[in-house]
């Protein structure tokens, strides 16, 4: 601390070189999205003209509208929040009595099978698409929603698991122990304690697997076909594909449509995301 009194200058040179690379991260950061922003309201001819980075002199909406009306936008809309709504709630069943049962019993081996179960996070979709494929074909669910919707579940179980096991670990044993004094078994002990507690983990879960859901687009290009099944992230290709293809506005606003749902869901979602990562952290 002294030597740093001694040296008001050093103390600046940091400050400058840790802002100014800040700064420049921001940047690059933000600078695709306010092109995607300046392109979208902009016409074809302005866009030719002034040039990306200019500033529009006419914005207009038109591209959007556009969008909407070529791309059938709401049918890939309702698809989307079909796909990441029902696929990160099979997500959360599918883990709480997992969850549970590895952060409050000494289950043989327990921690080997939570670190095999979360491999699943580690795996790319390229190593499992094949077997999955099959699988799908096997069922009868190739090009149909439900099984999307039931690869999604599977595929965002370790995520979800990993959330929720961290924040049940630091739940009290002592009040288990008051809930079996009752007379709650452990089924009992799991609704009427831990569930309740457990609220802002899930809110965390379901948060980050729904945004994960709607930006996925392997998957949903594999096993889909049919234009009425298909998300956002496939269905706006049919805008980018053409060999005749001449427009800039129109793919950009298409991404900017495909994108407000998860900025809402996180401006939305902030406070009971930033609640659930502070008392999960101060719990464990």
Known sequence: ????ALNPHRISLGKLVYTTVTALLLALWVFPMVLTILTSVKTNAEMLLAGPLAIPQEPTLRAFARAWD?????VLLGNSLLYAFAGTSLAIILALLPAYALSR?????GGLIFVVLLTGMMLPQQTVVLPLYDVLRQLNL??????????????????????LRGFMVGIPQELESAA???????????????LPLVTPAV???????????????????????????????????????????????????ALMMAQLPTVILYILAYRWITQGIYSGAVKG
């Not at 019993?105 to 081996?109: A, D, E, K, Y």
């Not at 190739?142 to 039931?150: C, P, V």
Request: with cysteine; charged share 10%.
């Open 70 to 74: 070529v791309l059938n936008f709401n």
């Open 180 to 194: 079996r004094i009752d007379g709650c078994s452990d089924i009992g002990v799991f609704r009427h304690v831990i």
């Open 142 to 163: 190739l090009d149909s929603k439900w099984g999307l919707i039931m690869v999604h579940g599977m595929y965002g179980l370790p995520l979800v698991l990993l959330i």
């Open 203 to 253: 809110a965390v879960a379901f948060a980050l697997n729904f945004i994960n859901i709607w930006n996925e687009f392997f998957f949903a290009l594999i096993f889909l076909n049919s234009a009425e099944n298909l998300p956002i992230t496939v269905g706006i290709l049919k805008v980018t594909q053409d060999q005749y293809f001449s427009s800039w506005n129109l793919p950009a606003a």
């Open 105 to 109: 019993f000494h289950i043989p081996g």
């Open 1 to 4: 601390m002294f030597r740093e």
